[in-house]
């Protein structure tokens, strides 16, 4: 599975922006995709995750402002983000697991390069 990810900028705090993951590969439903950060000198952080087109996770932190979603025709998975605040700045990544357990492990079995998000205040 390789993964593409787009959508990443500069945005005020409490502004919105929307991430968008490609992904080529063979997988399956029951796998699962979704996103994790890093911010400087702190370590990686799941944000959110999907399996199943319906089965959703996200961190305590996010959870009220974003939303991950698929949209199989495209085969693309998007992250929307809002009400942003300057502590959501990181380097957001797009990943895939073939099991939840290890998504939430932060065991990757592959993940795209990563997109810069930065929220001023």
Known sequence: VQLQASG?????????LRLSCTVSGN???NNVMGW??????????????ITGGDITHYADSVKGRFTISEDNAKNTVYLAMNDLKPEDTAVYYCAFSTT?????Q??????????LV???S
């Open 8 to 16: 990443g900028g500069l945005v005020q705090a409490g502004g919105s």
């Open 27 to 29: 997988y399956y439903s």
């Open 36 to 49: 994790y950060r890093q911010a400087p000198g702190k370590e990686r952080e799941v944000v959110a995750a």
């Open 100 to 104: 939840w357990f290890k998504f939430h």
């Open 106 to 115: 932060r065991i990757f079995d592959s993940w795209g390069q990563g997109t």
């Open 118 to 120: 930065t929220v001023s």
